[in-house]
């Protein structure tokens, strides 16, 4: 299965400090809130990707934050630490 959306995408500092920290929300975060932008999220309480696991063992994200170019790869397993 192959999801795609056009959101802000992440960067390291998001990845590291919000989408690997179960249950903490990038966008309940200053990060997110003090920035100027006109993107309104659908999430709550951070843990919505967890469900993937749901479905599938392996889950691939390939992110690349608005305003960058670089591109990010992130592979993770059901029983990983992550």
């Given at each position: 299965v192959i999801?795609?959306?056009?959101?802000?995408g992440m960067n390291e500092y998001i990845i590291k400090n919000y989408f690997l920290n179960v249950g903490k929300s990038y966008y309940k975060s200053k990060d997110f809130l003090n920035y100027k932008h006109?993107?309104?999220?659908?999430?709550?309480?951070?843990?919505g990707f967890l469900s993937c696991f749901m479905l599938s063992d392996?889950?691939?994200?390939?992110?690349?934050?608005?305003?960058?170019?670089?591109?990010?790869?992130?592979?993770?397993?059901?029983?990983?630490?992550?």
């Open positions: 999801i795609s959306d056009n959101g802000m006109s993107y309104n999220p659908i999430g709550n309480f951070g843990i392996e889950v691939q994200v390939i992110t690349k934050h608005f305003d960058s170019n670089k591109k990010y790869t992130i592979e993770l397993e059901k029983n990983s630490e992550y």
